[in-house]
Nanobody, 116 residues
Framework: QVQLVESGGGLVQPGGSLRLSCAAS????????IGWFRQVPGKEREGVSC???????NYGDSVKGRFTGSRDNAKNTVYLQMNSLKPEDTAVYYC??????????RGQGTQVTVSS
């Protein structure tokens, strides 16, 4: 059974940092480009980061220079380091086995709240 499980979300003050993890079972993440997305109720889903199979990365304009995606293939896990967080980064973040929807596989998501 394929599962993607995100963790690392929480409440952080503006300017703070969080690191999200996306751990997989039932598939090898190394074989996929992994996308990080975020969703706010009532708003369109936003692509945050794409971590390609070769380790190269792409970012949405709103997070460039603040977010960094990476892989640990030995742990079958992908990460999203988020620095200089802003209130507008508040959303549910999830990972998926593609960088452009529709998703073949995706996780349930983890809530990130940026507030003072």
């Amino acid at each position: 059974q394929v599962q993607l499980v995100e963790s690392g979300g929480g409440l952080v003050q503006p300017g703070g940092s969080l690191r999200l993890s996306c751990a997989a079972s039932g598939l090898i993440l190394e074989d996929y480009a992994i996308g990080w997305f975020r969703q706010v109720p009532g708003k369109e889903r936003e692509g945050v980061s794409c971590i390609n199979s070769d380790g190269s990365t792409n970012y949405g304009d709103s997070v460039k220079g603040r977010f960094t995606g990476s892989r640990d293939n030995a742990k079958n896990t992908v990460y999203l380091q988020m620095n200089s967080l802003k209130p507008e980064d508040t959303a549910v973040y999830y990972c998926a086995t593609d960088c452009v929807p529709p998703h073949e596989w995706r996780g349930q998501g983890t809530q990130v709240t940026v507030s003072s």
